[in-house]
């Protein structure tokens, strides 16, 4: 009998996967073609290194490479395959070193036994002593090469079953002695038309194709074949055998799947005649703006309306206080959200990392409503904090952009931003539609409470303009590329912004440093003096927020510090904030706007200039080093 001693202190794993992608293909057609288009789409999930298995002759045939997914396919293409089943993956690790041997797919050491996973098995040097003691051995450095051979252990151990396969069997008998996370893909030897998957904590979808199957972490990868997919929930296993597929849990109780048909334009996911997906994104802001909007206002009641919030306005007028829980950008969105409703609806909101959060115990009343912001849907973090509120009752709402991922399922209610697939690992489009979505939401709730008709309406009309607006500051481009050549060669920035633009000087800063790797922080304005005034020096520049005529005088003394340490500064500024002459070395108007929509607005100008920075610099803009586009570990 298998015995893990759970209560073991566990080392720190070697292998710590942070994000990775995964696809499977099991049809009538070449799997490793389809399988490569899948992963280059899921690349943007993780960079470091790839691989492939396929189904050969009675053999599993793993190829894997380190680096880019084009070195994969190039491996490929050397010896080219016809099976027409295979699991590929690409991966990005946080600990270890990126080698062939830690690439996935992993092999069992009898070679039974091929996986791909994405997520942390946090109980594997346990699992791996034992293993080793029954003669299995190891040739990476990954938990996941452990899962593999427990999966092994136990195929070679289990009789063949009266009913159902011994090779899914096998599957659910090893996982039901791991901790942590996975979305898997599973291949066996003796089963050349059999895959398996399972999943607990990392998303995992079954695209349901015209005589073929497929398994991906992420629909992006399952939409040039189907839109059919099925999104399976954790603790769930399906059993891939041809073209049929069942879904069970754990004790092996069937699951009716339910078949959801995705919305997705495919020609979302590609380039076109954009340099980079960072860039396509910021130019795709407004159609994002307008697609969070669409259908949503009520111009007879001067408000917003949502349809899937899933509670009455009687329920929301009790709501006394909000919690917004985030990572990262979606984090620096809620701090807008915050400043929005508290102005408009007059609700106490406070804004909390996601990853502190579940670990806080924050008192909350029973009035209180968790929402949580996430792009993906399936930050672990962010989950994790949802599931924690779940758990302790509290009503649970999610902005996100991805339909049917976990958190969307998982929250009792929410907003879609519909903005389209972001593929750019720094997050643009999201970011302004969560703010778009923040405005609309502090409207509504507003509206609800003591925002008076004529308020209401006159905010509808200022967020229909924005798309517009958000167009009239892209075509400035060239204004801002020449901007950001001037500053290429720095090192260190201060975003520095009151009120409102806070969190925009947060997002400047985050998203020059997340693609350019130059030192950026962001303030509010005031704070500068309380520290941050150090820095000021010919070297570090400063991008100063000046959008609201109430804090201008402040703002520029504030600038005017800066100058008087020979610091240089860029400003984005409304039309209507004029500045003393000479003040800014560099200045970016952007038009005037509603007052709770100039986040927006005043976004556009400092992605730009990050992006054209990093791509002076030579940097890789859509895959910054060190970063993925979805954390689903913690
Ligand atoms: O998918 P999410 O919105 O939950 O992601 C949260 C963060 O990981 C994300 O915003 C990250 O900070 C981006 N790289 C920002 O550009």
Redesign the pocket.
């Known amino acids: 009998m298998l015995l893990l001693h759970y209560y073991l202190p566990q080392k720190l794993i070697k292998d710590n996967q942070k994000m990775c992608g995964i696809v499977g293909y099991l049809g009538k057609q070449n799997a490793a073609g389809i399988l490569l288009e899948g992963l280059k789409r899921l690349e943007y999930r993780g960079y470091d290194s790839s691989g492939l298995a396929v189904f050969e002759d009675g053999n599993l045939i793993v190829t894997r490479r380190v680096g880019r997914v084009k070195e994969l396919v190039a491996a490929v293409k050397k010896a080219p395959s016809q099976s027409s089943l295979g699991i590929c993956h690409t991966r990005w690790a946080t600990h270890g070193v990126v080698t062939e041997q830690n690439a996935h797919p992993q092999l069992s050491s009898d070679g039974k036994i091929t996986l791909v996973h994405n997520g942390v098995i946090e109980n594997y040097n346990t699992i791996q002593k034992f293993l080793i003691s029954k003669g299995y051995t190891f040739s990476s450095e990954t938990d996941t090469e452990v899962l593999c051979n427990l999966i092994a252990y136990h195929y070679a151990k289990e009789k063949e079953p009266k009913e159902g396969s011994r090779f899914a069997q096998s599957v659910r008998k090893a996982i039901l002695h791991v901790e942590g996370t996975y979305g898997l893909a599973v291949l066996c030897a003796d089963c050349p038309n059999e895959m398996v998957g399972a999943r607990h904590g990392s998303p995992l979808i079954l695209g349901v194709g015209r005589e073929e199957i497929l398994l991906a972490s992420d629909v992006a990868a399952l939409v040039s074949r189907t839109p059919e997919v099925v999104y399976l929930n954790d603790g769930e296993v399906v059993q891939i055998v041809g073209t049929d597929f069942t879904i069970s849990t754990l004790d092996s109780e069937d699951i009716k799947p339910i078949i959801n048909t995705v919305d997705w334009d495919i020609s979302e996911g590609e380039l076109g005649d954009f340099d980079h997906f960072m860039l396509k994104e910021i130019f795709e802001q407004p159609e994002a703006l307008e697609n969070a909007m669409r259908g949503r206002f009520s111009l007879d009641q001067s408000t917003a309306k949502f349809g899937g919030l899933n509670l009455t306005p009687q329920d929301l007028r009790q709501v006394d206080r909000i919690l917004l829980c985030?990572?990262?950008?979606?984090w620096h969105a809620c701090l807008t959200i915050e400043f929005l409703i508290e102005k408009y609806a007059r609700i106490p909101v406070e804004v909390e990392y996601a990853s502190e959060f579940r670990y806080r115990n924050a008192p909350l009343d029973k009035n209180t409503l968790v929402m949580v912001?996430?792009?993906?849907?399936?930050?672990i973090d962010?989950l994790a904090a949802l599931q924690e509120s779940k758990r302790k009752g509290y009503t649970t709402l999610a902005i996100t952009n991805t339909v049917g991922s976990t958190i969307a399922r998982e929250s009792d209610g929410g907003i879609y931003q519909h903005a389209g697939p972001e593929i750019g690992?720094?997050?643009t489009k999201?970011f302004t539609s969560q703010l778009m979505i923040g405005a609309m939401l502090a409207l509504f709730l507003g509206r609800l409470r003591d925002m008076s008709f004529n308020d209401g309406s006159e905010l509808v009309t200022g967020l229909k303009k924005i798309p517009d607006l958000v167009r009239e500051i892209t075509q400035h481009c060239a204004q801002i590329k020449s901007i950001a050549k001037k500053y290429t060669k720095k090192q260190d920035f201060l975003f520095l912004g009151r009120l409102s633009m806070f969190p925009i000087a947060l997002e400047g800063a985050?998203?020059l440093k997340?693609i350019s790797y130059i030192h950026a922080e962001g303030y509010p304005a005031a704070e500068m003096k309380h520290g941050p005034i150090a820095l000021v020096s010919e070297e570090c520049p400063s991008v100063f927020f000046a959008t609201e005529p109430d804090t201008l005088a402040k703002v520029v003394s504030n600038m005017q510090e800066v100058k008087a340490r020979k610091g240089q500064i860029i400003v984005v500024r409304s039309a209507n904030c004029p500045l003393p002459e000479g003040l800014a070395d560099d200045e970016v108007i952007i038009p005037e706007c509603h007052q709770a929509a100039t986040p927006i607005l005043a976004s556009i100008p400092v992605q730009l200039l990050s992006y054209y920075i990093a791509v002076e610099r030579g940097c890789d803009v859509d895959k910054p080093r060190n970063?993925a586009?979805?954390?689903t570990v913690e």
């Open positions: 985030a990572c990262g950008t979606a912001v996430s792009q993906s849907g399936e930050t962010t690992v720094a997050s999201a985050l998203k997340e970063l586009k979805s954390v």
